[in-house]
């Protein structure tokens, strides 16, 4: 599995169907390629995923799918 795929994998429970959308996102305003998700990308797309996740949930649950991103 891809660094992406665990990413998508870990994020769905959080963001449903729009978890791939949620994360191109995050991506592109980090000037990243989806698919070419790196470990050492892992930390600031973490952060930023905590962050925009926190507009649409509880900060809670954002900030434990930030961890969980960041921990793979």
Same mark, same amino acid.
């Given at each position: 599995?891809?660094?992406? @795929?665990?990413?998508?994998?870990?994020?769905?429970?959080?963001?449903?169907?729009?978890? @791939? &959308?949620?994360?191109?996102? &995050?991506?592109?305003?980090?000037?990243?390629?989806?698919? &070419?998700?790196?470990?050492?990308?892992?930390?600031?797309?973490?952060?930023?995923? #905590?962050? #925009?996740? #926190?507009?649409?949930?509880? @900060?809670?649950?954002? &900030? @434990?799918?930030?961890?969980?991103?960041?921990?793979?």
């Amino acid at each position: 599995m891809t660094i992406y @795929e665990e990413v998508v994998f870990v994020s769905k429970t959080y963001l449903g169907p729009a978890t @791939e &959308q949620f994360i191109a996102r &995050q991506c592109k305003l980090l000037k990243i390629n989806p698919p &070419q998700l790196a470990k050492t990308d892992l930390p600031g797309l973490a952060k930023w995923m #905590g962050v #925009g996740a #926190g507009l649409l949930m509880d @900060e809670k649950k954002a &900030q @434990e799918l930030s961890a969980k991103v960041k921990s793979l």
